[in-house]
């Protein structure tokens, strides 16, 4: 069995939680992010993600609280490596369900 300390684990998760914050403030200086639905704008206050949707000159705003992308991209079991696109991903995939709604 091998023993990992809380503090350790705590570590882990505080540098998971910065990467994650930094790829998000790089994507926001991106103009857009879009798949072939729609079209996303991001910006990052208050550990909360900011979206203004926009699909055929339909524009709806909405939020993403920071802590429910970081547990969706925790629970794809991705590599550190693929965060950028998970979150691009996963952003997109909310955005979608926005402009639906």
Do not use: W
Not at 26 to 36: M, Y
């Amino acid at each position: 069995m091998i023993y990992t300390s809380p503090s350790a684990m705590s570590d882990n998760v505080q540098s998971d939680c910065n990467l994650i914050k930094d790829i998000i403030l790089k994507l926001c200086n991106n103009t857009l992010l879009t798949n072939s639905k729609v079209a996303v704008g991001i910006e990052y206050h208050n550990r909360e993600i900011l979206m203004t949707v926009t699909k055929e000159g339909k524009e709806v705003k909405g939020t993403i609280p920071f802590e429910i992308l970081y547990f969706d991209i925790k629970k794809m079991h991705v590599e550190a490596d693929n965060y950028e696109a998970a979150v691009a991903s996963t952003i997109c995939e909310e955005a979608e369900r926005l402009i639906a709604a």
